[in-house]
């Protein structure tokens, strides 16, 4: 109903409505013309009937006309074809009737009676047919732009689809490059390094977490939603790394006890908190604290706040990530900034609308 939102949404000029409104005029004065023509060859010879033919086709055309503004509220508020296709199919059903019945009754009761002033006991048995022909006709303008509708909305589901999973392949490219970039291969080949020196167990441990974080990655390949649990497993292994390269300059708190119900975009909390070393400077002078707590509907991940100088970042990581999140839940992440800290709302995902793709 392309043309109706359009209006509703004041997208044309004033001029431009009042083309669409005479083109819904003229299209029905002609619909009216040749079903008289039809009923009747001889009507068209006799003005009088023409010009009464026009009005009367005018009066229901622009009322049927009017349905489109109904159909577009439902469409907006009510109506979904991807999720609900059926509740959505009885609702413009229903609502298609009782608009199109108050209406075809009505105007021809108010023509034919109050302004040519037809006995009412003739008027059943002379337009009944007339009226159940309108109905046809109204029903069968109304199924197309239905059918209409419910293409647009899956054609739109499908691009939404594709444009997701390009934003999640992005997202996890742009993860697992930041990952095997050489500076992070060389903090972490140099904390081991160091770590063979002074303790071989402690160097076993790490190698096994270095490998193991790369596996969970290249596991998650076309994985829309994974369960929070899964994803805080691979936190903690990016974490341990961290934490052998600054040591005592870097603290943490992760949660405990995840139900396996919650649900989270992959590599979304890693992602977040590779932004938090990414961005922030870490000495012995400014010890980092990083916290994920989990909370009803969301996770909640906090650091403290020395930014760095040179920081630099497109953001695109960020972005991509805030659109996934507002298709799947309908929110958004919040950011929240102190001088000494920077919090960031990562919306959890519920299984009952999230498309999953194991």
């Known amino acids: 109903m392309g043309i109706y939102s359009d209006i509703n949404n004041k997208k044309h000029s004033r001029r431009k409505t009042l083309y669409i409104f005479l083109w819904f005029g003229l299209s029905s004065i002609l619909i009216g013309i040749v079903f008289m023509g039809l009923a009747c060859p001889s009507c068209l010879l ?6 009464h033919n026009g009005g009367y086709s005018l009066l ?48 021809n009761w108010f023509w034919h009676i109050v302004v040519r002033d037809i006995p009412k006991e003739s008027f059943w048995e002379v337009y009944a047919t007339t009226m159940w022909i309108e109905f046809g006709i109204f029903y069968f303008i109304a199924l197309w732009f239905y059918a209409r509708s419910f293409f647009m909305a899956w054609r739109q589901e499908v691009e939404d689809r594709e444009k997701l999973k390009r934003e999640a392949l992005q997202l996890q490219y742009e993860s697992l490059k930041t990952q095997v970039n050489p500076h992070f291969l060389f903090n972490s080949l140099n904390a081991l390094t160091s770590l063979i020196e002074l303790d071989v167990e402690a160097a076993k441990t790490f190698t096994k977490e270095l490998s193991g974080f790369y596996r969970d990655i290249l596991q998650l390949k076309n ?39 919650q649900m989270v975009i992959p590599l979304s909390v890693q992602m ?87």
């Open 223 to 261: 994985k829309e939603i994974i369960p929070l649990k899964e994803e805080i497993a691979i936190v903690n292994k990016y974490i341990y790394l961290q934490k052998i390269r600054f040591g005592d300059n870097f603290s943490y708190q992760l949660p405990q006890n995840i139900d396996g119900e």
């Open 60 to 107: 229901l055309g622009y009322s049927l006309f009017s349905f489109g503004f109904v159909f577009n509220w439902l469409e907006t508020q009510y109506v979904n074809w991807i999720q609900h296709p059926v509740k959505s199919l009885v609702m413009v059903l229903i609502s298609s009737t009782v608009y199109c019945s108050f209406v075809i009754f009505g105007v």
């Open 46 to 51: 006799q003005p009088r009937l023409i010009i």
């Open 272 to 358: 977040l908190c590779e932004n938090v070393f990414k961005h922030n400077v870490i000495s012995s002078t400014k010890k980092l604290n990083l916290s994920i707590e989990l909370l009803d509907d969301e996770v909640l991940i906090s650091n403290s706040y020395y930014p760095k100088k040179d920081s630099s970042d497109s953001g695109m990581g960020l972005k991509n990530l805030n659109e996934r999140i507002k298709y799947l839940t309908n929110k958004e992440l919040i950011t929240e900034q102190s001088e000494n800290q920077f919090s960031i709302h990562l919306p959890l995902i519920s299984l009952d609308h999230a498309p999953v793709n194991n």
